[in-house]
């Protein structure tokens, strides 16, 4: 059973930064894709970013320029850098992998910016 823990959360000023980290189980080469969602109260979950096992690189346009997910492959981790954070930023962070068939989720990590 694979695992996936984030950590890296938690309260910023409007303009702030953040680092998000995910640490699987497994080796993060293995999966066809990790990626960061996440979801404000009352709202769908979205994707943020995700990276494939070929290295190809999406983003939301909302964070564009301003997020980046890498992949370190030594540790097993995703990062996601959040820089020049907003409030409409605020949201509770999960991690996801996907290793054909199956997709794995983290349990959370909060990011609340504050104006």
């Known amino acids: 059973q694979v695992q996936l823990v984030e950590s890296g959360g938690g309260l910023v000023q409007a303009g702030g930064s953040l680092r998000l980290s995910c640490t699987a189980s497994?080796?993060?080469?293995?999966?066809?894709?990790v990626a960061w969602y996440r979801q404000a109260p009352g709202e769908q979950r979205e994707l943020v970013a995700r990276i494939t096992s070929r290295g190809d690189i999406n983003y939301v346009d909302s964070v564009k320029g301003r997020f980046t997910i890498s992949r370190d492959n030594a540790k097993n981790t995703v990062y996601l850098q959040m820089n020049s954070l907003k409030p409409e930023d605020t949201a509770a962070y999960y991690c996801?992998?996907?290793?054909?068939?199956?997709?794995?989720w983290g349990q959370g990590t909060q990011v609340t910016v504050s104006s």
């Open positions: 996801y992998a996907l290793r054909v068939p199956h997709n794995y």
């Open positions: 497994g080796k993060v080469v293995d999966f066809n894709t």
